[in-house]
Structures are given as C-alpha cells and as structure tokens.
C-alpha cells in the first residue's frame, strides 16, 4: 500500500535519523518534510515504531497516512509542488 510520511521535528540530529529511516524504507521525499511510497504491513509497523523511538512526543509529531493509486491520481498541486532537488522522476510518475 501507499504511504504518506509526514513530520515535523524539531532537533536536527533526529529529524536527520527520521529521513534516514524513511529512505531505508524505500520512501521517496516530495517535500522536505514529506515522504511518499510503497510500504508493506510489516515495514510501516516497523518504521513507525522506530520513528516513535526518535522523536519526544511532546514536542514532535510525526503522521503515517495510507492512500492508493485512484486518490494519488485525484491529487491536485497547486503551486511549485514538488522539490526537484528533492524528488525522483518516479515520484513524479505517479501524479501524472
């Protein structure tokens, strides 16, 4: 299934340790703070208990959102989007 991988984490040394985690995962970023891919069961259960050992809950957040293929294709960007620094041509594959 598809996920959307979204933080927001204050300390650097651990928001570095949360993108690590999302690209061992093989998540693709789309934004600084956003990552999306395909994720098994067993994966998202395993990186969303490694990122609830990184971040203090009190002060970070971190959301893991399910969608599909139909609700990427119903996704509109308004605006400049995407990163290109940041994102893949197969991120961009999707969306169009």
Do not use: H
């Amino acid at each position: 299934m598809l996920y959307w991988v979204m933080y927001d984490i204050s300390d650097t040394k651990i928001r570095n340790r949360a993108i690590k985690a999302c690209k061992n995962k093989g998540l693709y970023r789309v934004q600084k703070s956003i990552f999306l891919g395909e994720l098994n069961k067993n994966d998202k259960d395993e990186l969303k208990i490694i990122m609830e050992k990184l971040i203090d809950e009190a002060t970070d957040s971190i959301y893991i959102f399910p969608t599909n293929n139909q609700y990427i294709y119903d996704t509109d960007i308004i605006g400049n989007g995407f990163d290109r620094k940041l994102v893949t041509n197969e991120v961009v594959s999707k969306f169009i």
